[in-house]
């Protein structure tokens, strides 16, 4: 190693505390990380693109610092969907440190990495008390029955108040209103429920009236509108 010259004329003194890195949690142990094998764990990470046009979130699942397991969901951005499309081919079988410096095509999904990382070498993840973590496939969790993301989509202006367009229940068909024409529930179909029934062999139209629910005040509303259309 090459040294300045004043370094090479410095004496040696010696160090003294030696006891390494500080321990991290990670799936029910305490854990010195010296290396990228050493890290484990499940957690998200949030990222934006430089415009801030669309939003991506990262979940990983990672075992002795290898990504097992990726589950990217992606709002607001139609190429972000394509980006993530080849992101999750990228990121499983990698090292963490490898997919922190990889081009993980879109800018979004490439800060919810970095941000991420952040996560899982400091020990804060969703398993980081859990003990042995989360079997791989675990991530899918978030997205609940039909294998959905869980999506609010809501529109509002002063001119005309507010829509509600797509909440965690599915996408919605009726606003209900009182009397002061203020929402007080909502009609929905749960999309991913929907396309289950299809596929097992129910009719479009069985499936969609099985799926349809309420939430709130809906039944005897003074009003009930289509927020999309009116």
Same mark, same amino acid.
């Given at each position: 190693m090459n040294c300045t010259h004043e370094v090479e004329n410095m004496c040696c003194v010696a160090k003294g505390p030696k006891h390494g890195p500080a321990p991290i949690p990670e799936e029910g142990r305490w854990v010195k990380a010296y290396e990228i094998k050493d890290i484990s764990g499940l957690s998200h %990470?949030? %990222?934006?693109?430089?415009?801030?046009?669309?939003?991506?979130?990262?979940?990983?699942?990672?075992?002795? %610092?290898?990504?097992? /397991?990726?589950?990217? /969901?992606?709002?607001?951005? $139609?190429?972000?969907?394509? $980006?993530?499309?080849?992101?999750?081919?990228?990121?499983?079988?990698?090292?963490?440190? /490898?997919?922190?410096?990889t081009d993980l095509v879109c800018d979004a999904i490439n800060v919810a990495m970095r941000e991420i990382f952040l996560q899982l070498v400091y020990g804060r993840t969703q398993t980081a008390f859990s003990e042995n973590g989360l079997p791989v496939g675990a991530s899918l969790e978030d997205l609940g029955?039909?294998?959905? $993301?869980?999506? %609010?989509?809501?529109?509002?202006?002063?001119?005309?108040?507010?829509?509600?367009?797509?909440m965690a229940e599915g996408y919605i068909l009726k606003l209900a209103l009182d009397e002061n024409d203020e929402v007080i529930g909502y009609q929905f179909v749960n999309l991913g429920k929907m396309m289950d029934a299809i596929k097992k062999g129910s009719t479009p139209n069985e499936a969609f009236e099985k799926n349809v629910g309420t939430y709130g005040r809906f039944d005897g509303a003074a009003k009930y509108i289509d927020p999309r259309k009116e």
């Open positions: %990470g949030i %990222g934006w693109c430089a415009p801030q046009q669309g939003g991506c979130k990262l979940t990983l699942n990672v075992k002795n %610092g290898i990504i097992e /397991e990726a589950l990217i /969901e992606t709002l607001g951005c $139609s190429g972000m969907t394509h $980006s993530a499309a080849m992101a999750c081919e990228i990121l499983q079988g990698k090292t963490i440190l /490898e997919a922190l410096n029955k039909g294998l959905r $993301s869980q999506i %609010g989509t809501m529109f509002g202006t002063k001119e005309k108040g507010v829509r509600y367009l797509e």
